[in-house]
């Protein structure tokens, strides 16, 4: 793949560090916090990834992280050891490492780390080559890209989907994603946005494909923009592409895809109308990958964008740079400490493509070493 980098020295930007930085923020979202794994969740968690190479270039990634300590153990022990000294600009460091650690599982924890290497090593060549990251991606097709609210589960409480859907509205968001399993929660949000706002419904694989049906139906009279991860186990596309063909309502999925390979499939044999890779699972050279597979078919790329660091804006210039004009997902809550709440902000329901070189900002100092790891 092009780079951009053809007149950099392979000699010029040899890996220094690669540094997995856990990233707690804490939240509030109206209410009780939600559960997660069975727990009360109060913060919403993800690592950053520092890469530095030996001339002092830094460059920044990010990693889906459940548990920071099993993530740290794996960048100190697996990522770490098989990245240093090794050059940036070489093509083929990160498909090495993919094979030389394809043992220890081609989905799940290692995968997310390198996920997170990839996407701060896009950042690092944008930055060397001087251009936003879009350039790189097959260049800008829009400058600014609409979010979209994403709800927490509120589980059909009607009175707080009505409060806080109204309150994203009044805020300058005109597309909702709710987290819910019922129609009446979708009803409640539908009779506080109006006919004509876009509502996705995401149901984190809440049905069995016999139980799916029944249940999507009791939503269509609501006009679901999608209905996202109907199915368990998620990874029956058989069922999937069934239920696709029958329900009449779009599906989304591939937040759990187990693999780029598996989501690849869903795309050529349009399994759901919309398929959602997460850079911060899969990688932005994955996602991108599956991006452009997209083209020329039915299903459309929606990246997973339930995150806040460079993962969030690695997606903001995937965005930007698709053939398919899509919303970036913003999850709707009120943070102790917003990342680039100043250098990348959300303005009405809009943000804006940074035009400065690599991702187009980085993570502030107060959240790298400040008390929100």
């Known amino acids: 793949m092009h780079c951009g980098l053809d007149n950099v020295s392979m000699n010029d930007d040899i890996i220094r560090s690669v540094t997995c930085i856990p ?19 109060t913060t919403l968690d993800s690592a950053l990834v520092r890469l530095e190479t030996q001339e002092g270039v830094v460059a920044w990634g990010e ?26 600009s070489d093509p083929s460091l990160l498909p090495s490492m993919q094979r030389t650690l394809h043992n220890l599982g081609r989905s799940g924890p ?3 780390a390198m996920a997170g290497l990839d996407i701060a090593l896009w950042d690092l060549r ?31 409480d009607a009175r707080l989907l009505d409060t806080v859907t109204t309150q994203a509205l009044q805020e300058g968001y005109t597309e909702i994603k709710l ?9 409640a ?30 939503m269509r009279e609501h006009n679901p923009f999608w209905i996202e991860e109907p199915l368990w186990p998620p990874e029956d596309a058989g ?42 699972k899969l990688g932005l050279t994955a996602t991108l990958g599956i991006s452009r597979r997209c083209d020329g078919t039915p299903v459309v790329c929606a990246p997973q964008v339930a995150f806040f660091g460079p993962g ?33 902000p959300i303005e009405h329901g809009w943000i804006h493509v940074p035009d400065t070189p690599g991702l187009g900002a980085d993570p502030e100092t107060e959240l790298v070493e400040g008390g929100f790891l």
């Not at 149901?203 to 249940?215: F, V």
């Not at 740079?321 to 680039?340: G, K």
């Open 110 to 112: 290692v995968v997310h």
């Open 126 to 156: 944008a930055k060397r080559a001087g251009v936003p990251l879009y350039e790189l991606l097959g260049g800008k097709r829009r400058d600014r890209v609409r979010a979209y609210a994403s709800l927490l589960q509120y589980y059909g």
């Open 312 to 344: 969030y804006l690695a997606s903001l210039h995937l965005i930007a740079a698709q053939r398919q004009e899509v919303s970036l997902e913003r999850l709707y809550v009120e943070l102790d400490r917003t990342p680039y709440q100043h250098t990348v």
């Open 179 to 187: 987290h819910e399993r019922g129609s009446a929660a979708l009803s």
């Open 63 to 88: 990693s889906y992280c459940v548990e920071p300590r099993a993530l740290e153990a794996i960048f100190k022990t697996l990522i770490a050891p098989l990245a240093l000294d090794k050059s940036a």
């Open 23 to 41: 990233m707690r923020l804490p939240f509030h979202h109206w209410t009780d916090p939600p559960l997660f794994a069975g727990r009360p969740r």
């Open 239 to 280: 069922a999937l592409a069934r239920l696709q063909q029958s329900c009449g309502v779009p599906l989304a999925v591939g937040e759990n895809a187990s693999s780029a390979h598996a989501l690849t499939e869903l795309v050529d044999n349009e399994s759901a109308r919309y398929v959602q890779p997460s850079v911060i």
């Open 189 to 218: 949000a539908r009779r506080a946005a109006g006919e004509q706002v876009p509502i996705m419904v995401d149901t984190n694989c809440a049905w069995l494909p016999d139980e799916a049906p029944e249940a999507i139906a009791a």
